[in-house]
Structure formats: structure tokens, C-alpha cells
């Protein structure tokens, strides 16, 4: 936790806010915080700044704060990313926004096992819990929007090509393909497979929709470690 | 696992081997594979082809192997990685192993735990075991060498600086130091700190043995995704 993350519900005043739960035991456990503790606060949504406590015990923590800095940009990026297994899932959900995507859709593939759909990881709470700790590591405070395709085709033929407009769209695909390009400034719309990859098929689809695939190599990644390399190459 | 990866004392013959444990289970429980299947493999140290399975039960499986092409090029670094939490050890050694690093040092830090020191996940075999993973992962033979140095001044003082002579030295720490560079082709020495990062004191000295400080912005990762993400830049 690089940044104590406020939500407006911990708010008691402007200028100071309360915290239980998992917050407050990783002030006690991880940062043995004491009263009179500075530390770097966020508020959700909003700015960033210090923090400094005015009492801490076994039951809350009182703090004031004032936030002076506006948060890190975000990448230009729309994330479309076949659905993960599940524990792997919540770290590429950290993982995506601790690297700064504004936007993920979760979606199906061939190679997504169905059952994956059915995990509890998938809950909007469950999936905001991941946001948030990712937000904490890097010092962000801007959720991501995660949106659920579970359907392949209508999604890619029917809403992709909109999304995608005035992108630039690419698959990250193994195979005989362009490498990857680097160090972008313009927008993208980055489609990435599951373990096992897209079928064919599915990545012609995704190109009639304007992503084109593109490689990183021979090596095959991880999902979680494809998509850090994908965006540290990318942006 | 998207490779087979052969040891030599799995081979009864120069084309034939028999497989148990892991690797077996692996072939029925993933791969739901039959007699006659054939599949990647490759040979720990030499080369990768094709194998088919002789004959397959719940004891062992047995098959034939040619190899034909060579393993993928390793990337031109050392890395120097301050020791993780041994969780994310695991998970870094495989992801290293599958990027392609040859060689890997773990060194000690202020902000490495002692406790980190004493994981039974640091022993010969199970270093070994998770490169093992990684190397499947990625389609890859050749371990990679991993050296610990638990003491970070004499490492730093007398052994770095003729490691990292005639290789582009670099060490990735958030603050006011030039972007990390890209798409680089020269040898490179690269160490990443723990989590929390460097002290400054150890930026001097690793910037003494010849590593200057690079950054990846204002975010900060998690050492496996940061990990990821400088390999995927600088490559």
C-alpha cells in the first residue's frame, strides 16, 4: 500500500476521515504507524496528497489530509483481454491498474473454460477490491471501468468497431506477424489472448474489427506477464 | 507447459524417453493426451522438435523425440535482483526464466526481511524447479544461472563492477532520472530493487560498480511486474 487510498464514505469533514478494516490493520501490521504519522493519501476519484494521523487504536484511525496533486495519467488504452483463470485474474486486475489502463473488457474466447465465468472473482466488489490494491501499489486513485463480454461474436462484430475507431488496434498474437510496435502517443485498443491463445478464427474476427496482430517474440507469456511487457512496449 | 522439456536421465535411448511424476500427470490431466499424441518437446541444454507417445498408462508414458531446431536466443543481461518476499520469488523466477535472462543475481538489500533469506523456496532444487516451469512456459531449454549474494556491499564493492564491465549498466528506481531506455541490442546489466525499492545509499554504490539510475514513471509495480515491464522495454 504506497498510497492510503480514502473512499467518500471515510470522510467525516473535508479535511479528515476515519478508517477500520483491512486499512487500518496494514497501517498497524505492515507500517506500524503511530499518531503523529505522515503518510501519502488519495482520495477515490480525486486528488492525491498527505495525510497525517491524529489517533490510531485497535478499533480506527483518525486522520486529517490535504490533497495538492492531481493523479498520474492514465494510458491511452482500451484493454480487451480474454477472461483470465480466475486467481490469475485478480493479479492481472491489479496489475492493469496499477500499470494505468482506464478501460478493460473481459471477454470470451474458445480457450476461456466456462466455468471461469462462474467465479466469484467476477462480482463487481470482487473485481473493485483487485482495482483498488492495484491503485494502492502505484499510487493511482482512478478506477478503471471493467466490463463483462460473454459472448465472442456480438461483442467483436458488434460493438468492437466502435470502440476501436480512431485507434490504433492490435492483437498481441504469436506467429508471422509485425512486431509490436514501441513507444506509442496515440490511442489503442490492444486485444490479448488466453493462455493457449486466440483461435484463428478469432483473431480474424478481431482484425475485421481493426486489430491487427502483431508478436513479441517466440517466447510464449504468461497472461499476467504478457500484458505488463505488451504495455511497457507499447507506452 | 508448451513445451515437453527431456532431462537426460529421463532418456532410454538417443530418440526414446519415459516420463513420470509431474510431467505425466501434466500429459493426462492437462493435455488429456492418447498414444500416438505428438507434442513440442524439447531437451533440457540442447535442442527442441517433435515427440510422439509410444504408449501412455498411469505409471509412465514413453515416446519417441527428434530435435531439429535450436532453442530461442537468450537476452544479452544480467539481472541483479534484489531478493523478493519468497511468494513472489517463485513467480519472478519463472517469469525470468521465460523472458529469456541468462543469468540472474539475488542480492540483498536494507529492504529485503532477513526472513527472506532462510525460504526453503532458495534451495538448488527449488530455484531449479521453478526455472524448469519457466522454460516450459516460454518454450525454452537452456536454464538460466542463478548466483545468491547475501551481503550487498562486497558484492557491490568487488564483484559487480567486473560483471557489468563492457555492458550498459543500469538501475531501475522511480525518481528524477532519465527514462529507462528502449529497443537496446548492447549487452546490459539491469538490478531492480525490493519492494519499497533501493535506499539511496545502495543507488550510489550500484551507481559506483557502473549502473546508472533509469525510471519507468510515477507508478509504482510490483517487482514481478516490474520486472516484466523493463525487460519488455529495453529489449
Known amino acids: 500500500m504506497n498510497l492510503l487510498l480514502l473512499e467518500p464514505d471515510d470522510l467525516i469533514s473535508e479535511d479528515r476521515a476515519v478508517l477500520r478494516g483491512r486499512r487500518l490493520r496494514h497501517l498497524h501490521e505492515v507500517h506500524r504507524a503511530e499518531d503523529g504519522d505522515t503518510l501519502r493519501v488519495g482520495l477515490l476519484g480525486g486528488g492525491m496528497g ?15 489530509f490535504s490533497l495538492t496533486s492531481a493523479p498520474p495519467a492514465k494510458l491511452p488504452l ?30 470470451n474466447s474458445v480457450r476461456v473454460e466456462k466455468s471461469f465465468w462462474q ?20 499510487r493511482d486513485t482512478v478506477l478503471p471501468d471493467v466490463s463483462l463480454e460473454k459472448r465472442f461474436k456480438p461483442f467483436v462484430e458488434d460493438r468492437l468497431p466502435a470502440m476501436a475507431a480512431g485507434t490504433l488496434g492490435l492483437t498481441g498474437h504469436p506467429g508471422d506477424y509485425p512486431a509490436c510496435p514501441r513507444a506509442l502517443s496515440e ?41 505488463a511487457a505488451l504495455l511497457a512496449r507499447l507506452f
Open 187 to 227: 490511442p489503442v485498443t490492444l486485444a490479448i489472448g488466453p493462455e493457449g491463445g486466440w483461435i484463428p478464427y478469432e483473431v480474424e474476427k478481431l482484425a475485421e474489427a481493426g486489430l491487427n496482430p502483431v508478436q513479441l517474440g517466440e517466447r510464449i507469456l504468461r497472461v499476467e506477464v504478457a500484458v
Open 119 to 138: 467465479t466469484p472473482f467476477l462480482t463487481p466488489e470482487a473485481i473493485r477490491e483487485q482495482l483498488i490494491l492495484g491503485l494502492e501499489q502505484a
Open 50 to 64: 498527505q495525510g497525517q494521523l491524529l489517533s490510531l487504536d485497535e478499533q480506527q484511525a483518525e486522520l486529517s
Open 78 to 107: 482500451t484493454l480487451i483481454l480474454a477472461l483470465p483463470r480466475p486467481k490469475m485474474l485478480r493479479r492481472v486486475l491489479q496489475t492493469v491498474a496499477a500499470m494505468g489502463v482506464p478501460r478493460i473488457v473481459l471477454v
